[in-house]
């Protein structure tokens, strides 16, 4: 049960940590809607599973957010040609890439929280067919917004 209690802190610091390093008033019409993962009645009296599916949900949404902005602000470097960026925008370049990895990052440390807290409640008989399936829910969200990004961006940065 220790465990458990550490995991949802770290999951919950994780989710506040996104939120802060976020800048502020960034969302615009033009970033995909943000996600919204149902709570089944079934599970909605349980409120440890309800906060890990919000704050995954939330955190989904920052990353999401955070991805659009990076490729607004990198359009016009990245689809320049190399022999034409400035060195200003090889800093952009440079800036842009840390933002990129340091998202990418927070997500996939996300990621692994989310699996260790499904596959400990699993392994530790503390979790139902319900339950699972909400928190599978989860995943094929994430994959779907990814699936979104993908989409929407594909022809972007071509010329």
């Known amino acids: 049960m220790k465990n458990?209690?550490?995991?949802?802190?770290?999951?919950?610091?994780?989710?506040?940590?996104?939120?802060?390093?976020?800048t502020e008033n960034k969302r615009n019409a033009?970033?995909?809607?943000?996600l919204s993962i149902p709570i089944a009645t079934e599970i909605s009296g349980d409120a440890e599973l309800v906060e890990v599916i919000k704050s995954s949900e939330k955190a989904m949404n920052e990353f999401s957010d955070n991805i659009e902005q990076l490729v607004i602000e990198g359009k016009d470097v990245l689809s320049k040609k190399e022999e034409d960026q400035t060195l200003m925008d090889g800093l952009k370049s440079g800036k842009l890439m840390v933002q990129f990895i340091s998202n990418s990052t927070q997500m996939a440390t996300l990621i692994e929280e989310f699996d260790t807290y499904m596959n400990d409640r699993q392994e530790q008989g503390l979790i139902n067919d319900t339950q699972l399936k909400a928190l599978e829910q989860v995943g094929t969200t994430f994959n779907a917004r990814?699936?979104?990004i993908n989409e929407k961006y594909k022809n972007y940065l071509e010329k």
Do not use: G, R
């Not at 458990?4 to 976020?22: D, P, Q, R």
């Not at 033009?30 to 943000?34: A, E, K, V, W």
């Open 4 to 22: 458990l209690i550490k995991k949802i802190t770290v999951l919950a610091i994780f989710s506040l940590v996104l939120i802060t390093c976020s």
């Open 30 to 34: 033009s970033f995909l809607p943000p």
């Open 146 to 148: 990814l699936d979104q």
